[in-house]
């Protein structure tokens, strides 16, 4: 079946760690996003993408960084710039940018200890 | 800036009560709508979408919405919620100008009491 994959579903890091969530999608969709939800806050845009090698950043980006080298990986960096990483993270892609909804993953929940 | 309002962050209903859910956004051009939904342990999902045309989009399960350009809402229904029905619904608004971005709400957490 096609879809969304996120990994790993649970995540630890130590304060001044970077690390990377994985997200890989088997749906031929040209744009991906990185979204981070946060209670009572809804989902809030990080980064997205709307073709390989090419990306934008969303509302929140600082702290974070992505690349898009395959069309179906769009991996996001946790950097240790970001002063409140821990949250859920979630990945979606859309065949197209625009008025289309989206499929979502599962997401990663991200704890920093 | 586009805002997303949902009124409700938390409801609890008995099985065959009626639902709505307030939507409101800030945007004065043309916009695309959008429901989502997330039941429990299982990814967001799209729920009901309105583009153009009829102002009253029906979706899955019995979901239907109604886009009121004049109140710029966008107000989620359903006659009579079941058990399974308990999930957290998130409404969603992408303009059609000015780039692509869909802006989600802050969520509505809906419990159905067997």
């Known amino acids: 079946d096609g879809g969304i994959t996120q990994s790993p579903k649970y995540l630890f890091r130590k304060e001044g760690q970077n690390v990377t969530l994985s997200c890989e999608q088997n749906?031929?969709?040209?744009?991906m996003y990185w979204y981070r939800q946060d209670p009572g806050q809804g989902l809030r845009l990080i980064y997205y993408?709307?073709?390989?090698?090419?990306?934008q950043k969303g509302d929140i980006a600082e702290g974070y960084s992505v690349s898009r080298e395959k069309k179906e990986s769009f991996p996001l960096t946790v950097t240790s710039a970001q002063k409140n990483p821990t949250a859920f993270y979630l990945c979606?892609?859309?065949?197209?940018?625009?008025?289309?909804?989206?499929?979502f993953g599962s997401g990663t929940r991200l704890t920093v200890v | 800036a586009q805002s997303v309002s949902q009124h409700n962050h938390h409801v609890i209903l008995s099985e065959a009560a009626s639902l709505e859910l307030g939507c409101n956004y800030s945007?004065?051009?043309?916009?695309?709508l959008f429901w989502y939904v997330q039941y429990p342990g299982q990814h967001l999902q799209l729920l009901l979408k309105?583009?153009?045309?009829?102002?009253l989009v029906k979706g899955i399960k019995g979901f239907e919405a109604e886009f009121i350009k004049s109140k710029f809402s966008f107000n989620l229904r359903k006659p009579s919620v079941q058990w399974s029905d308990t999930a957290e619904y998130f409404c969603?608004?992408?303009?059609?100008?000015?780039?692509?971005?869909?802006?989600f709400g802050a969520g509505t957490r809906l419990f159905v009491k067997a």
């Open positions: 979606a892609s859309s065949v197209a940018t625009g008025p289309v909804g989206y499929t």
């Open positions: 749906l031929n969709h040209d744009a």
């Open positions: 993408s709307q073709i390989v090698n090419d990306f």
């Open positions: 945007y004065g051009g043309t916009v695309n």
């Open positions: 309105y583009f153009s045309g009829d102002p």
């Open positions: 969603a608004v992408n303009a059609r100008t000015g780039g692509f971005k869909t802006i």
